[in-house]
């Protein structure tokens, strides 16, 4: 296109977990677009969210992806995102690009218009039925005052619910709505500058439907349980009866459902997986492939069964752990980087690659060393947190939970990830792992307050529980 910077197209699924890449091991599994970008560029296999504050983990994850910010820096939990915290899209805007969004946006209207300076298929909100998802127009006045009335369960009730939108597409899968509105834009992108195309997809999370080829791609009996399958957690550290994510599938957890569970999952993945070739065969054609920067990643993980859960309101390894793979110039093909990342590093990452300055409300750090093969490590710890229930951190291969001010009172777990990566074993009542136990706690007490944990509500609630030892 004859600019001087990248173009760089984003692409991000909605509950798409770390395991279901073909080409990153996962043999059961056909992502055959995935694989080539796998191909094209490099994974890092060790990428992560901090986890969040709310039940609905996508919405802080999304505002710290947007704003490169940690999840104690957020305002209001992500739900909007104020004037002062640099956005994204905002930034490669006064650098020039031409900033274009799609799909599904859950940080408030105000943050999206700042974000992009046109757009199409807009949805605000968290999830929806796929095949009539209700979606806005581009409002360059940033009111999105348009409302339609939706009856969201007429089975049980005929109550009205006013929805933000301009229309729904009904019976078109929202994976296929967004991708259309990409290839259009694709097709139709000047050469004058460079673009930046955000596609913000609602696949693979539940309601889990996609379009019947892909759902025989993958026969239930044949999907094999995860080893570290549950029919019930060890404990209740939050109230799992009262989460709409844990009571998808029955308690005590079955077998044969959960295998439903993940080829339903599989399919809506290889799904979205057919229309990412669309996007990028639109931009092979066009010509723009070698000078354009792809993103894919999943805003959070899934547990689909281990661990006796469903959802993503835990610290485990499949919730917090997400799939990220960049490819594109001065990014090295075919290869793989284990350094510990978070989702929020993307931010500062794009402005290197661009050579844009980061704003200075950035916390997040840039991956742009590890593109280039350095030897030093790039995180050498994590922290996470979910709501006022849990904490956790991760340091040398090991890996420290600790539950507080929820039904069970307080509570530890320590797993040795290098021996152990399906966290089964909790080793925090052996003595041998006293030190290990104790200099962990020692490193959570200092990320909270590196992170400003406490200053959040749901912080405090956790500390004071954590240090009264019960749920009280």
């Not at 290889?270 to 010509?287: K, P, W």
């Not at 790039?378 to 090991?398: C, I, N, P, Q």
Request: proline share 8%; with cysteine.
């Amino acid at each position: 296109m004859g600019t001087s910077r990248p173009n760089i197209v984003f692409l991000l699924a909605d509950d798409q977990r770390f395991d279901t890449i073909r080409a990153l091991g996962n043999p059961l599994i056909q992502t055959p677009n995935l694989d080539r970008l796998v191909a094209r560029g490099t994974a890092f296999t060790q990428a992560h969210i901090p986890c969040g504050t709310v039940g609905a983990i996508c919405m802080p994850s999304r505002a710290m992806i947007h704003t490169g910010r940690s999840l104690f820096h957020l305002e209001n939990d992500g739900a909007g995102i104020p004037p002062a915290h640099a956005l994204l899209g905002e930034t490669l805007r006064g650098a020039g690009y031409r900033s274009y969004g799609i799909g599904k946006w859950h940080n408030g209207p105000a943050s999206f218009n700042r974000s992009f300076e046109d757009g199409a298929e807009i949805f605000f909100g968290g999830m929806w039925d796929h095949w009539n998802v209700p979606v806005c127009d581009y409002d360059p006045s940033g009111k999105y005052a348009s409302r339609i009335p939706i009856v969201l369960d007429p089975f049980h009730s005929n109550q009205v619910q006013h929805v933000v939108a301009d229309r729904v597409h009904s019976g078109v899968h929202s994976s296929e709505l967004f991708t259309s509105r990409a290839v259009d834009f694709l097709t139709r992108v000047p050469a004058d500058r460079p673009f930046f195309l955000s596609v913000a997809y609602l696949a693979p999370h539940d309601p889990r439907t996609m379009p019947e080829r892909f759902q025989k791609l993958y026969d239930p009996a044949r999907v094999p349980v995860p080893p570290n399958f549950l029919p019930e957690h060890p404990f209740d550290f939050f109230d799992t009866r009262g989460m709409r994510d844990e009571n998808l599938a029955a308690f005590p957890r079955r077998e044969e459902e959960i295998r439903r569970h993940l080829a339903e999952y599989w399919a809506m993945i290889s799904h979205l997986d057919d229309q990412l070739g669309r996007i990028v065969g639109r931009m092979e054609s066009r010509g723009l492939l070698e000078e354009t920067i792809i993103v894919f990643a999943g805003d959070n993980g899934l547990a689909l069964g281990q661990h006796g859960l469903m959802g993503k309101q835990n610290l485990y390894e499949p919730s917090v752990r997400i799939p990220l793979v960049l490819a594109g110039p001065g990014i090295p093909a075919g290869e793989t980087r284990g350094d510990w990342a978070y989702l929020f590093d993307l931010f500062p990452t794009l402005c290197d690659l661009t050579g844009i300055p980061v704003p200075p409300t950035v916390d997040g750090k840039s991956l742009a060393p590890c593109l280039k093969g350095g030897d030093a490590a790039h995180r050498d710890e994590l922290y996470f947190a979910y709501t006022g229930f849990a904490r956790g951190v991760k340091h040398g291969g090991l890996k420290l939970m600790e539950y507080a001010a929820g039904p069970c009172g307080r509570k530890t777990q320590l797993f040795d990830l290098a021996r152990d990566p399906g966290e089964q074993i909790d080793l925090s009542a052996d003595p041998a792992r006293a030190s290990d136990l104790a200099g962990l706690r020692q490193r959570l007490l200092r990320l909270r307050d590196e992170w400003g944990d406490e200053r959040h509500p749901l912080g405090k609630k956790f500390w004071e529980a954590y240090r009264a030892g019960s749920g009280a």
